[in-house]
């Protein structure tokens, strides 16, 4: 459990210093279940700062969002850093990010604190219909203590955890500036149990199932702009000249893009499953992620954002790579 | 207005009549989510639910819909596209209903869209009132009802072993002619009925938006620095607008093969910031701060200057599957309390 | 009769080693099946996986990628990363239940204009066997 005054301490600290710009964290949301993101620029705002098992945003996403408008005449850019609130997961985005160059170190204040899970905001929704009044949830060992018109309900953590943190390996952040509180011990160990169930289906299941899926999709994009690591300038589906993917709605686009999402997080994809939570079509998008990851673990024995000086895996070879496909 | 009884014995023979001369789309569950399409018998409808995830404007502003159809070249030829024919929205909610009645006033403006137009006077519209509103359900803050018979043709009402039906204009009575046995006339009770079962889904209904006075407060707070604060958080994911049974912003594109060709249009959100970017390289929505506030205002404040009503029909859809909780319910009541 | 399927296969070849092997195999008067249509790229290096998709969705029934022997690349590294890079696509079009042999990648040099004859037929002898691509073409139904 994380001592909430230390981290609105920590949260002051970071935001007194004269070259920082903010610091992202989490606030209570606006009914029920939510928590949200939030900006301090002052001392006073990190008041409002929480951490509790419902912060499961990956917050490591606004660094990235960060817009540059034009400047003035005379106008200097702001160059100062962003603090970033970080879980276990979160703080590898930040390690991709920094690791392909997308953002600069000392651009960054990373404030980590360790996670020994957090809650699907839809699995506790659904336990709880309709509750409107702001709750209280608490981490209780292997137990989630749920607050709610003052009764409390301790629920075993598996019924309520998103996938990710079932098979989590990395609960302490791999980088920080500043930790918050005590690292904790984790034997959870990702053993790729459903992606490798889905792959003894036969061609045919597979397809019918994704086909399935991929109709679904209405082509919101909300998953690549929940995804910290989708940040190009522009996105290769916005094109216009070549126009790779078309604006049409129909399976042939939608695979189209989904393949190709999944693609380009190849080697990139942290697994903190913000896609997922995003689309509003409920397409299991982590499936084909988790895929992707298994397998270059298997093949290239390469882990994303673990270490920021490594290269970034489709960027480097190495002589041996399996080509056992080749002809 | 006519008021009905129809037995819900009687129901799928209802269905299964309006499929004799119409197309019927109605809600249907496949996995978690529940959509509309057409269906073909009425075993296949699911009226166990809230709200659709998509709302149902889709069947009439289409996701992606052909305007016309070309061939490239000298002799180019140019071929319209033929709109449906008759259709029939079953089960819609008063809440989505109302919202097509929005959109008319969008497609009929200035410039009339043959497309969404043909498709509405060819669409009749059969309600059902809601009787388990959802947590972030707030129809009852623009003066309307769960159980509201305003915008739809017909209206259902579900109340307990039979639905109550109001006929609201000459296309419902159309719609039901010649299906004068399923129909028997209302009493008072059943009339008291519907009305209690009303007053169950308003009172389930507890979040409220403040929207007194907000078209006028609105021109006041442009600049004010609370939008910075709404939308700082904002990830641009557009999913508010995708779903919103109010947006009817398009993007329009033309695809082609070496043979043949069509232009296209397809829903666009203004959650992008492509959606303004001009050619130049320009843009004057250059920050999630304008995307998001314009999104406020189109609703809250353009649009009632416009076509006098809200743009905003309180489904709750935005503020369910926002990824980062930016709840327009608080987003404008606070815009309210804010100092200008 | 039922008309016998012909594949339609879309090859990106490189321009220093699998191109020069197909017009050896040309120029040789090689036999090896039409069904291969060839477009030229610098390296194997250059080809996105976003244009192996792009051609599925037109209507090809396979792709085949040709580059230099490992360490024989014109820009000393473009065919390793393209090994990487059809690696992972290859199991994420398996993973998705679409034929990852769809996709064939392969080494042929300047000199090696039989091989790249035997590459076409056996490439194009798989496909066949798999038959059209159906999955996510695109139908231009407007």
């Not at chain 1, 979160?90 to 360790?114: F, H, N, W």
């Not at chain 1, 905001?121 to 309709?130: Q, R, S, V």
């Amino acid at each position: 459990m994380v001592d909430e005054k230390e981290l609105r301490d920590v949260v002051k600290k970071t935001i007194s210093r004269d070259d920082v710009k903010y610091v992202v964290g989490y606030e209570k949301g606006t009914y029920g279940f939510q928590a949200t993101p939030c900006f301090a620029y002052k001392p006073e705002d990190a008041e409002k700062f929480i951490f509790s098992p419902l912060c499961v945003h990956n917050l490591t996403v606004f660094p990235m969002l960060e817009e540059k408008p034009p400047l003035r005449k005379g106008e200097e850019p702001d160059t100062r850093k962003i603090g970033v609130v970080v879980k276990g997961c979160d703080s590898r985005a930040i390690v991709q990010i920094l690791q392909e160059k997308g953002l600069e170190r000392d651009k960054v204040v990373i404030i980590g604190i360790p996670c020994s899970g957090v809650i699907d905001p839809k699995k506790i929704e659904a336990k709880f219909p309709g509750h409107i009044k702001k709750v209280e949830v608490n981490d209780e060992d292997d137990k989630f203590a749920v607050t709610v018109d003052g009764k409390t309900q301790k629920i075993p953590k598996d019924e309520l955890m998103p996938e990710k943190c079932k098979t989590c390996e990395y609960p302490n952040p791999v980088l920080y500036d500043i930790l918050i509180g005590k690292e904790i011990k984790s034997k959870k160990k990702e053993d790729y149990k459903k992606v490798n169930a889905f792959e003894k289906k036969s061609m045919k299941e597979k397809w019918d199932y994704w086909e399935k899926q991929f109709e679904k999709c209405i082509r919101c994009y909300a998953c690549r702009n929940a995804c910290p690591l989708c940040y190009c300038k522009e996105c290769m589906v916005d094109q216009l000249n070549p126009q790779w993917v078309r604006r049409s709605v129909n399976l042939s686009e939608n695979t189209a893009w989904n393949l190709l999402r999944a693609f380009h997080l190849a080697g990139r994809c942290i697994g903190c499953e913000q896609c997922e939570r995003a689309c509003p079509m409920g397409i299991p998008l982590m499936k084909l992620n988790k895929k992707i990851e298994k397998e270059i673990k298997e093949m290239f024995e390469y882990e994303a954002g673990i270490s920021a000086e490594e290269k970034p895996l489709l960027a480097m070879f190495k002589p041996d790579d399996p080509e056992e496909f080749i002809l | 207005m006519d008021k009905m009884i129809l037995l819900k014995d009687d129901l799928s023979k209802f269905i299964t009549e309006l499929l004799k001369k119409n197309k019927v789309f109605a809600p249907i569950q496949s996995d978690d989510t529940i959509l509309f399409d057409q269906i073909t018998r009425p075993s296949e409808m699911n009226l166990d639910f809230c709200k659709s995830e998509i709302p149902p404007k889709n069947l009439l502003f289409h996701q992606t819909e052909t305007l016309f159809k070309f061939t490239p070249g000298t002799k180019a030829k140019i071929e319209s596209v033929d709109v449906d024919e008759k259709k029939v929205i079953f089960g819609i909610r008063p809440c989505d209903a109302k919202s097509i009645a929005i959109l008319d006033h969008a497609f009929k403006g200035d410039y009339e869209d043959p497309y969404f137009l043909s498709r509405r006077d060819n669409t009749a519209l059969v309600g059902l009132s809601c009787n388990k509103p959802e947590i972030n359900c707030f129809c009852t803050s623009f003066d309307d009802s769960p159980a509201s018979s305003k915008y739809v043709d017909i209206l259902l009402t579900d109340i307990g072993d039979k639905y109550y039906v109001e006929m609201n204009n000459e296309k419902g009575k159309q719609l039901t002619e010649g299906m004068s046995n399923l129909f028997k006339h209302a009493k008072e009770s059943d009339a008291k009925k519907k009305k209690e079962v009303e007053k169950k889904a308003v009172d389930m209904i507890s979040r409220h938006q403040k929207t007194n006075g907000i078209v006028e407060k609105l021109d006041k707070i442009f600049e004010n620095p609370f939008w910075k604060e709404v939308a700082f958080k904002c990830v641009g994911c557009g999913t508010c607008t995708y779903l919103c049974p109010t947006c009817h912003c398009f993007d329009i594109q033309d695809e082609s093969t070496l043979t043949k060709g069509a232009r296209v249009r397809v829903w666009d959100t203004c959650m992008n910031p492509e959606y303004t970017l001009q050619a130049s390289g320009y843009n004057p929505r250059p920050a999630r701060t304008n995307r998001v506030k314009n999104r406020i205002y189109h609703k809250y404040n353009y649009y009632p200057k416009n076509f006098d009503v809200i743009a905003c029909v309180g489904c709750g859809r935005c503020i369910d599957l926002c990824p980062v909780n930016i709840d327009i319910i608080d987003v404008v009541t606070r815009a309210g309390e804010v100092k200008a | 009769m039922k008309e016998k399927f012909e594949p339609n296969i879309i090859g990106f070849l490189c321009n220093w080693c699998s191109y020069a092997g197909a017009d050896l195999a040309g120029t040789s008067r090689i036999q090896y099946p039409p069904n291969l249509k060839a477009i030229r790229v610098m390296c194997s290096g250059r080809v996105n996986p976003i244009f192996v998709i792009n051609a599925l969705q037109q209507g090809a029934d396979g792709v085949l990628i040709g580059g230099c022997h490992p360490g024989d690349c014109h820009y000393e590294r473009g065919n390793y990363l393209a090994r990487r890079r059809m690696a992972v696509l290859k199991k994420l079009l398996e993973h998705t239940g679409i034929d990852p042999n769809r996709v064939r990648m392969t080494w042929v040099s300047a000199a090696e204009g039989n091989k790249f004859a035997e590459v076409v037929k056996e490439v194009t002898e798989d496909i066949r066997k798999l038959g059209p691509m159906q999955h996510f073409k695109r139908e231009n139904k407007w």
